[in-house]
């Protein structure tokens, strides 16, 4: 029996999880965005957002700390490309809210998971 709040995969990490909550917010957002921009702005937010979570889920499945550090940083940066996005789409007048707190709210536990990877000298299991 497993403990509560055992981390088996990444898709029990709670960042994992909010990276997939915000992809779906991303989603609904864009949809409402100017038909021409489907291959534009809405294009590079979608695989922003999509970002972030799929390198949370590869830099975990990678067995190596120092990969999956490195995998964490990957998803930092798809965060704050994904805030630039949505900041030139306000800019813009396509959206009113760029998402900043969903962001932050996201950025704080990646932080933390990787504050807690560089102190951990111990290799990052995944059964």
Do not use: C
């Amino acid at each position: 029996m497993e403990k509560p709040g055992t981390i088996n995969t990444h898709k029990d990490l709670v960042v994992w999880q909010k990276g997939m909550d915000l992809v779906e917010e991303i989603y609904s957002l864009t949809a409402t965005f100017p038909q021409t921009e489907v291959f534009g702005l809405t294009a590079q937010i979608k695989s922003s957002a999509i970002s972030i979570p799929s390198n949370i889920a590869e830099g975990a499945a990678r067995g190596s700390r120092k990969e999956y550090i490195h995998f964490l940083h990957i998803a930092l940066g798809s965060i704050a490309e994904l805030e630039t996005q949505l900041l030139i789409a306000q800019r813009l007048g396509f959206i009113q809210d760029p998402l900043e707190k969903e962001l932050s709210e996201l950025k704080k536990p990646l932080l933390g998971l990787i504050k807690t990877l560089k102190k951990n000298h111990s290799k990052v299991s995944h059964s």
